[in-house]
Nanobody
Framework: QEHLVESGGGTVQAGGSLRLSCVYSGYNYGRHCMGWFRQVSGKEHEGVAAIYTGDDNIGYADSVRGRFTISQDNATNTLYLQMNSLKPEDTAMYYC?????????????????????????WGQGTQVTVSS
C-alpha cells in the first residue's frame, strides 16, 4: 500500500505560481497511474493532471492545460505539480493519488489516469487559494 503526503499549498494572488509536491512511499514498481486532483466543497474530485508510468503519457484537464505541469522524480519518490498563471477558479483542495498496476495501450494512459477511479491511494490534501 502506498502512502502519499502533499505539501506546497497556500494563498497566492491571481497570476501567481505555486508548486505542489507529493512524496510517496511503499511505491508501486509496476506500471500505474499517478495524478493530481482537486476538489471544491460539495463537488466531485476533478482530475487536474496525471501520468501513466508505463510510457510517461501525460494528460491535463482542459482548464489547466498550458498553465500547469506535472512531473515525477523517481530518485526522490516525489510527484510535482507546477502551477502558473493561477486563477481564482483554481481555488480548491488539491490531492495527490496513485493507482495499482494496470496495463494500458500506448498513448492512452494520460487520459485514463485523469479519472479518480484509476487511483486507489490518496494523500490528505493541501489547500490552494487564489485571490483576485
Amino acid at each position: 500500500q502506498e502512502h502519499l503526503v502533499e505539501s506546497g499549498g497556500g494563498t497566492v494572488q491571481a497570476g501567481g505560481s505555486l508548486r505542489l509536491s507529493c512524496v510517496y512511499s511503499g511505491y508501486n514498481y509496476g506500471r500505474h497511474c499517478m495524478g493530481w486532483f482537486r476538489q471544491v466543497s460539495g463537488k466531485e474530485h476533478e482530475g487536474v493532471a496525471a501520468i501513466y508510468t508505463g510510457d510517461d503519457n501525460i494528460g491535463y484537464a482542459d482548464s489547466v492545460r498550458g498553465r500547469f505541469t506535472i512531473s515525477q522524480d523517481n530518485a526522490t519518490n516525489t510527484l510535482y505539480l507546477q502551477m502558473n498563471s493561477l486563477k481564482p477558479e483554481d481555488t480548491a483542495m488539491y490531492y495527490c493519488a496513485s493507482g495499482k498496476t494496470v496495463g494500458l495501450e500506448p498513448s492512452v494512459g494520460g487520459g485514463y489516469c485523469k479519472s479518480p477511479r484509476a487511483h486507489a491511494y490518496w494523500g490528505q490534501g493541501t489547500q490552494v487559494t487564489v485571490s483576485s
